[in-house]
């Protein structure tokens, strides 16, 4: 059993080599990640969202069907949807470039949560398919 070691909010801003394995444990195991999440702040989440996109990419780059930063990101809501969806009173460009990360720390952290859920979902999508491919070749 693990142990959630420092992810609460008075880590501040920082996003540990320790929380990077332990949420990569988590989504290896199909555990429920939504506690460590939710116990992260603003700032915490956009490192584990741009962690998740590079272990991504990372993964995926020696693959035929190779993912690039682009698509990953075109997976996302489109930042205009988002903002108008949640009537937001900063302006959009603080929204595309995340200078909202300080002055709206809660909406910024929805926006980045539904990002790293897509995120997730790709990368449990990408493992289990080399986890199919591993058993099919132990098979042979």
């Not at 949420?23 to 603003?42: H, M, P, R, W, Y």
């Not at 302006?91 to 790293?116: G, H, M, T």
Request: with cysteine.
């Amino acid at each position: 059993m693990l142990v959630c070691l420092s992810m609460n909010k008075n880590s501040n801003n920082k996003f540990s080599l320790l929380q990077k394995a332990e949420f990569l444990v988590k989504l290896l195991t199909n555990q429920d990640s939504e506690e460590l999440i939710s116990g992260l702040s603003a700032s915490q989440l956009q490192k584990l969202r741009d962690f998740l996109e590079n272990e991504l990419l990372f993964l995926t780059w020696h693959d035929a069907a190779q993912l690039t930063r682009e698509q990953l990101k075109s997976k996302y809501k489109p930042i205009p949807d988002y903002y108008y969806s949640y009537d937001c009173r900063e302006s959009l460009d603080s929204c595309y470039n995340e200078a909202c990360l300080a002055s709206n720390p809660n909406c910024f952290s929805r926006k980045v949560k539904e990002q790293i859920t897509i995120t997730m979902d790709l990368l449990s999508q990408y493992l289990r398919k080399e986890r199919k491919q591993e058993l099919e070749l132990e098979k042979l």
